[in-house]
Every structure is written in C-alpha cells, then in structure tokens.
Antibody
Framework: EVQLLESGGGLGQPGGSLRLSCAAS????????MNWVRQAPGKGLEWVSL???????YYADSVEGRFTISRDNSKNMLFLQMNSLRAEDTAVYYCAKGYTSSSLTFDYWGQGALVTVSS | DIQMTQSPSSLSASVGDRVTITCRASQGIGNYLAWFQQKPGKPPKSLIYEASSLQSGVPSKFSGSGYGTDFSLTISSLQPEDFATYYCQQYHSFPLTFGGGAKVEIK
C-alpha cells in the first residue's frame, strides 16, 4: 500500500525558513517523480515543484529561487526547503507521487502539512 | 503558462442525477489531462488520467472525455459520497496547472 506522510509544517516568520519532509512507502521510490502541491485556505490547488527519480527539478514561478526540492532515494524521503517565506506561502502542502516514472500527473497524495507564515 | 478554466464553478444536483463538469485549456494539451476529487479537510483523490483512463479502484460511474482544449468529467448517477470539489490538471507542460475547481453540492 502506497503511503506518503508529510511532516515539518508549522508557523514560520516572514523572511524565515521551514523544511518539509515526506516519508514514502509501498513503492519503489527511486522510480517515480515526486511533487509538492499546495492549497491556500479556502482556495484551489497549486503545483509547487517536481523532482524526477534522477533528481531533475522544476518549480512554479511563485517559488523559484526561494524553495528547493530534494530527495533521498536511500531513505525514501522527499524534502522541500522553503526560504524567504511570505504570507502568501501559507497553505497546506501535499506530497504527491507521480503516476509513472515519466508522467507529470499524480496518483497518490499525502494527508498534507499546514504551513502558516505570520509574525 | 497554460490556463485551465472549469465550468461551472459550482452546481447543485440531486442523488441519481447525471452531472457533467467541463475544463478548457488555453492551448492544446493533447490528452494530458487529469481529474481529482477533493472532500473538505481531505487530500485530493486521483480519478482520471490521460483524459479518459480511470485510476485503479475508481468506480465506472466516473468517466472522462476530450482532447486538445476541451474536456469533461461525467458522473453517471450522483451518490451522496460524490458531493465534493473536482479539479482538472494539465500535465502537457510546465508549470503544471489546475483548474479553479467545481463544487458539487446537494440540491
């Protein structure tokens, strides 16, 4: 059974940093692209970042240069380092598994981690 | 960026109704279109990929169609568990983008 479990959310200061983690199990982690997707309170879904199984990375314009996605295939872990936080980064952040090794859509989602940016 | 426009943004329907939600892309995306269902306080659930292929375990009352710029999601007979918000997503090119959502409510 595929499981994705996010951690590391919480309260961050404007201009500060937070790091999200996602522990994956139930599939061969290194074979799949992984994503972060966020949802601001009461709003729709916004794709944030993707990392391929081999480590190629892609970002939304809204986070480019501030957020860094990474993965540790030996530990089945996905990360999102969030720097220079802004109020508009407040959202639930979901870890989402790529449908196939090359697909850019998602089949499994974690439960989400709430990030609140406020002074 | 490819803009995804869903309509309607909300609708009221009764149990047993046939419901169709549409999604339009600002440029052609082939069949690189997925649909997701989200209930309040829960993560999204994947329903359909490649415009018309059902994800494993998704009941056949859900169906998707379309190609290029115009797509639709149909629920053949609405059940209480289907009341939710539905999102489309294009994965033709980066940045990956979602539609604004279509909320299906009980009439």
């Amino acid at each position: 059974e595929v499981q994705l479990l996010e951690s590391g959310g919480g309260l961050g200061q404007p201009g500060g940093s937070l790091r999200l983690s996602c522990a994956a199990s139930g599939f061969t982690f290194s074979n799949y692209a992984m994503n972060w997707v966020r949802q601001a309170p009461g709003k729709g879904l916004e794709w944030v970042s993707l990392i391929s199984g081999s480590g190629n990375t892609y970002y939304a314009d809204s986070v480019e240069g501030r957020f860094t996605i990474s993965r540790d295939n030996s530990k089945n872990m996905l990360f999102l380092q969030m720097n220079s936080l802004r109020a508009e980064d407040t959202a639930v952040y979901y870890c989402a598994k790529g449908y196939t090794s090359s697909s850019l859509t998602f089949d499994y989602w974690g439960q989400g981690a709430l990030v609140t940016v406020s002074s | 960026d490819i803009q995804m426009t869903q309509s309607p943004s909300s609708l009221s329907a009764s149990v047993g109704d046939r419901v169709t939600i549409t999604c339009r892309a600002s440029q052609g995306i082939g069949n690189y279109l997925a649909w997701f269902q989200q209930k309040p306080g829960k993560p999204p659930k994947s329903l359909i990929y490649e415009a018309s292929s059902l994800q494993s375990g998704v009941p056949s009352k859900f169906s998707g169609s379309g190609y290029g710029t115009d797509f639709s999601l149909t629920i053949s007979s609405l059940q209480p568990e289907d009341f939710a918000t539905y999102y489309c997503q294009q994965y033709h090119s980066f940045p990956l983008t979602f539609g604004g959502g279509a909320k299906v409510e009980i009439k």
